[in-house]
């Protein structure tokens, strides 16, 4: 204290300078003009005065917030002025509790936020923070007098936003290099490109979702693979899968896994692809187009013609990680994925080479030449499935295909109405236009049993299927 004033000092008795301005803040009168009489006593008259030396080479210069060259007698004034206007600044002993607990605070909430959010927003937060403190410090001095500590929480969010950044970039880079490695082989580019942006796709588990499941088998593979040596079917075994598998990653598809001679595929995962049914049906063109083209040269080069098999469903899966942590798997599961596996091997009763489910039917254009074939019950299934031929592209469907076509959906109606001379007539007109014909050749048939052998009562028109 100084009298009755109480004057605040840090834990080493020392006070922190209230500097009320720059160098000449308070009169400086010459002592040479004191001498000479030229000062007026009013002057000085109740006045404090402090007597030192100012000038620069007298060595009295001392360093302050104003500047490194400040008399060191004015630091005495601003001292003075402070205790006689009791207007300190002071940093008290619960600061230093304070800063502690700003630094923890700083410290939690960068460590908290800046992993979950994008390296945009993570600085922006920093800077916030950052900014935010430095008001608040100049707030507390300018308004109340309380010094805080700037450097170490301030340094403190700087390091942390620095060591989160580093980390953020070098796991993000590691992900993104383990994304690309790992599904580059059986992913489109774009969907690759797509889940390194959204790597929160790939957590270990599934999401329900709708997907259009996609499995093809090769017609009559184990009699192939009996005529051929293991190097020479590899051979062709892999240039038939790598040139299938580029129409599906073309259409954005996803490659699920090979099993043997088999390609099992969805579209619509992980990615979100706009109108995956007609970008799933287009694949099953362009693959049997291409596997066309590929019989044509393999029929030169003396190899076994190869013919594929196809089935497409469309309907809610569970896709996602499926196994454990160390070695997963993405895949897809569900109903619609037996249901697709079904409609591969439904083919064989057919005669045909592309069925697809009537979800997959009913999400198509015109643009695509499809026709109702029959309804079913799959293996495992309860209810009826309606099964549709997708013969092609419309505008690649010349009249007499078309005029088979007609002829077929009337047979189908009569048989369903079981009039039966009727449907045998159309199924005949069909085959007339088309003598390979497998669903019109197949239903004929049926049409002769049923007429023998009617149907019970309660008959729904749908063809049970005994096997897989």
């Not at 993104?176 to 942006?197: D, G, H, M, R, W």
């Not at 109903?335 to 005669?351: F, I, M, P, S, W």
């Not at 079981?418 to 007539?425: D, G, K, L, T, V």
Request: charged letters at 20%.
């Amino acid at each position: 204290k100084i009298g009755k004033i109480p004057v605040p000092t840090d834990g080493f008795g020392g006070i922190f300078i209230n500097y009320r301005g720059g160098e000449k803040h308070f009169p400086h009168i010459s002592v040479t003009d004191i001498l000479h009489g030229t000062v007026s006593q009013s002057e000085l008259k109740d006045k404090i005065v402090l007597v030192g030396a100012t000038a620069t080479g007298m060595y009295d210069q001392q360093v302050s917030p104003f500047g490194a060259v400040f008399p060191g007698v004015e630091v005495h004034a601003n001292i003075i002025d402070s205790i006689l206007s009791q207007d300190f600044v002071r940093q008290p002993l619960w600061l230093a509790f304070f800063d502690i607990m700003m630094m923890l605070c700083i410290g939690l909430l960068l460590g908290t936020v800046l992993p979950r959010v994008g390296i945009f927003k993570g600085a922006l937060m920093a800077v916030s923070v950052f900014t935010g403190y430095i008001l608040l410090c100049r707030y507390l001095f300018s308004c109340h007098g309380l010094i805080l500590n700037m450097v170490y929480p301030l340094s403190l969010a700087l390091s942390v936003y620095a060591g989160s950044t580093v980390y953020k970039y070098l796991m993000e880079s590691e992900q993104k290099k383990f994304i690309k490695n790992a599904f580059s082989t059986y992913l489109a580019p774009s969907v690759v490109e797509y889940l390194i942006q959204f790597p929160d796709k790939l957590e270990l588990g599934g999401k329900e979702r709708r997907i259009t499941a996609f499995f093809s088998d090769i017609e009559g593979f184990t009699g192939i693979s009996e005529r051929l040596s293991a190097t020479e079917l590899v051979k062709l075994l892999n240039e038939f899968l790598t040139e299938m598998t580029d129409i599906i990653l073309k259409y954005e598809g996803t490659v699920d896994k090979f099993e043997g001679d088999a390609i099992i595929a969805f579209f619509g995962a992980p990615n979100d692809l706009a109108a995956q049914e007609k970008a799933a049906c287009s694949a099953c063109i362009d693959m049997q187009k291409k596997l066309s083209e590929l019989r044509e040269t393999w029929k030169k080069e003396g190899k076994p013609l190869l013919k594929m098999r196809i089935g497409l469903f469309t309907g809610m899966a569970v896709v996602g990680n499926m196994g454990s942590k160390q070695r997963m798997d993405y895949t897809m599961m569900g109903d619609t994925v037996n249901t697709a596996a079904r409609l591969e091997g439904v083919n064989k009763v057919y005669g045909t080479y592309t069925l697809i489910g009537e979800p997959t039917y009913k999400a198509i254009d015109n643009s695509f030449a499809a026709r109702e074939l029959d309804s079913i019950n799959v293996v495992g299934k309860l209810e009826p499935v309606t099964i549709y031929e997708l013969v092609g592209y419309s505008q690649y469907i010349d009249e007499r295909t078309r005029k088979s076509l007609e002829h077929y959906a009337a047979g189908l109606y009569n048989y369903r109405h079981q009039e039966w001379e009727s449907a045998i007539r159309c199924f005949h007109a069909a085959l007339e236009l088309m003598p390979d014909d497998g669903p019109s050749r197949t239903m004929l048939e049926r049409c002769h049993k049923l007429k023998e052998n009617p149907p019970p009562a309660d008959w729904n028109a749908a063809f049970v299927m005994e096997t897989k």
